[in-house]
């Protein structure tokens, strides 16, 4: 059985790791799709489980000139973390929910997606999808309804796996 | 098995958190109830548009996930994980765990007839919210961060609807008792203490011959003294090289602990084991000579009455519980130290400990006298009082004995 996990908030590691571990002693193919590695870096997952970034597949262009003009440039010129965080908060994060995502949404609708819709096209399919923290929740109702439309079963889904 | 009764809790052992609720699930052990609804919240960082994005996906994935497995005790484990961004108060964590809840039964209350809900505002409120108009509710408040709790207007008033809507509720331990009476005494006359079951059914294979080996076990964090402890074991340590320390547990202060033990000359004889299992708990209890828990606060000390029924002598401050729980067996347990901000308690302690050395310590009597009050079949009975008490419905079969 091939099993995803997802864990793109990356704050539920211990769970991610043990339950993960758990799959692969059972027999199963368990992949974890996370949002990058640095946050997973001091972690130790079964030599069965494959780890996957969804950093590593290309963001749709004008998601990547959003991250590039409001995010990357300013944090190379405005350096000090805390001048960086406040700027974030104020400045960048606001023009991207009130200006940018908007737009966005409404000239491409499954653009948000299109880096799961590419893992899953590449990776999947799945028989089983564990959501395995909050921010993991939209990416897994994608995740069902893309995996359904492809396989015509609907995958189980679960929120732990015994271990 | 007591199938007429559901438990309500948003604290029971998981992979991310293997202590947390370890006591919740003893209960479950010893009383074997039918259900476990566990409403465990999944905080994250989430904006306001994701956060309502999440509950939208969230809603729509519940109805077709797998939610059931079993547990201990034979009693179905309902799993309901209640995403929401990090930081709320306590009173919207309780919120939204009753809306899970709702939600992951279908919009049906919850069908048992008896429902007992664990940790005042966070188990009582949801329980409270989802039963039975004709169910009865018990509730038993474990938690230490009462105060915090009960300082947020919406808490308190989330505190009041739970005492006024329950039967009774259970504390274990004075502290807590005497924090709620002082809040809320138009319902003191519903406070009744209940201790903590422990299971007094795996003492160690041979008694412990010398106090080298120490043990603690608990959460890496400022409440629980570890900071004092390592300088503690530090300073002992110049006495007898022979003494090592293992540290069981997980928390913030953890990447400081390791530092401090490096600088302190000690990091070869201090091992951090990480968050473990309560089975593994068990075995390190059997694999060590001394349990070191110089908690500032405890509403009752599981883990000291684990020590204890494994056989392990202990040094404890007097926190609140254990001082209580310990009461008439403090010499022939170990040692009960005062809280200090210091390692000085903690070394005396220990080299009291050591000077007198079997002398005066008979953890073996403890266990058996202890057994009486905090076995399984003890506060199995105690539960079954209150639940089934003459004119309700009693249980289908026995639990645990």
């Known amino acids: ?163 | 098995m007591t199938r007429d009764v559901a438990v309500v809790t948003p604290w029971y052992p998981s992979a991310q958190m293997p202590f947390r609720g370890a006591f919740v699930r003893a209960m479950v052990e010893a009383t074997a109830p039918g259900t476990v609804y566990h409403t465990e919240v999944w905080a994250g960082r989430l904006s306001s548009d994701l956060d309502a994005e999440v509950g939208r996906a969230y809603r729509a994935l519940l109805p077709s996930a797998t939610l059931s497995s079993r547990t201990v005790g034979g009693a179905e484990l309902v799993s309901i994980p209640v995403p929401m961004p990090r930081g709320r108060p306590f009173a919207e964590q309780a919120h939204r765990s009753a809306l899970a809840l709702q939600w992951a039964l279908g919009g049906a209350p919850i069908p048992a007839p008896v429902v007992h809900a664990h940790v005042g505002l966070l188990g009582g409120l949801p329980a409270l919210r989802r039963k039975r108009s004709d169910a009865r509710l018990f509730v038993t408040e474990h938690a230490t961060f009462l105060d915090r709790m009960l300082a947020e207007p919406d808490g308190h008033a989330g505190y009041v609807e739970v005492l006024a809507g329950c039967e009774a509720f259970f504390v274990v331990g004075d502290p807590i008792r005497e924090q709620l009476a002082d809040a809320f005494p138009a319902y003191a006359h519903k406070l009744r203490l209940i201790p903590n079951p422990i299971d007094f059914d795996a003492p160690r294979p041979a008694p412990v011959t010398a106090l080298c080996r120490w043990l603690f076990v608990g959460g890496l964090i400022e409440r629980k003294g570890v900071r004092w402890l390592l300088e503690a074991f530090a300073i002992c340590r110049r006495d007898d090289p022979a003494l090592t320390l293992t540290l069981v547990g997980e928390g913030e202060l953890r990447p400081e602990l390791e530092q401090r033990a490096a600088e302190l000359g000690v990091a070869e004889f201090v091992r951090f084991v990480g968050a473990v299992p309560p089975a593994r708990a068990l075995r390190l209890m059997h694999e060590h000579d001394v349990l070191v828990h110089p908690s500032r606060y405890e509403t009752f000390g599981v883990v000291v009455m684990e020590a204890v029924a494994a056989g392990l002598p202990v040094i404890v401050t007097r926190c609140g519980g254990p001082e209580q729980t310990l009461a008439g067996f403090e010499s022939q347990a170990g040692e009960l130290i005062d809280v200090e901000d210091g390692p000085d308690a903690i070394v005396a302690g220990f080299r009291r400990l050591r000077d007198r050395f079997p002398g005066g310590i008979d953890v073996e009597a403890v266990r058996r006298a202890l057994a009486e009050r905090f076995g399984y079949q003890a506060v199995t009975r105690m539960h079954h009082e209150a639940w089934f008490e003459e004119g309700h419905a009693r249980p289908v079969s026995g639990a645990r004995r």
């Open chain 1, 1 to 163: 059985m091939r099993v995803l996990f997802l864990a793109l908030g990356g704050n539920r590691r211990p769970a991610v790791t043990a339950e993960s571990r758990a799959v692969a002693s059972a027999g199963g193919r368990p992949t974890v799709l996370v949002a990058g590695l640095g946050r997973w870096a001091g972690e130790t997952f079964a030599a069965d489980v494959d780890v996957v970034p969804l950093s590593r597949y290309r963001r749709h262009w004008p998601l990547a000139i959003e991250h590039l003009v409001l995010y990357r440039v300013p944090r190379v010129l405005l350096r000090r973390p805390g001048t960086v965080s406040l700027y974030n908060r104020l400045f960048a994060n606001r023009v991207r929910r009130w200006l940018v995502r908007p737009v966005y949404g409404w000239l491409w609708p499954d653009g948000i997606h299109r880096q799961l819709d590419t893992f899953l096209a590449g990776c999947g399919p799945f028989d089983a999808v564990v959501v395995s923290d909050a921010r993991s929740f939209p990416a897994a109702r994608r995740a069902v309804d893309s995996l359904t439309a492809v396989t015509g079963r609907t995958p189980r889904v679960a929120f732990r796996v015994e271990l």
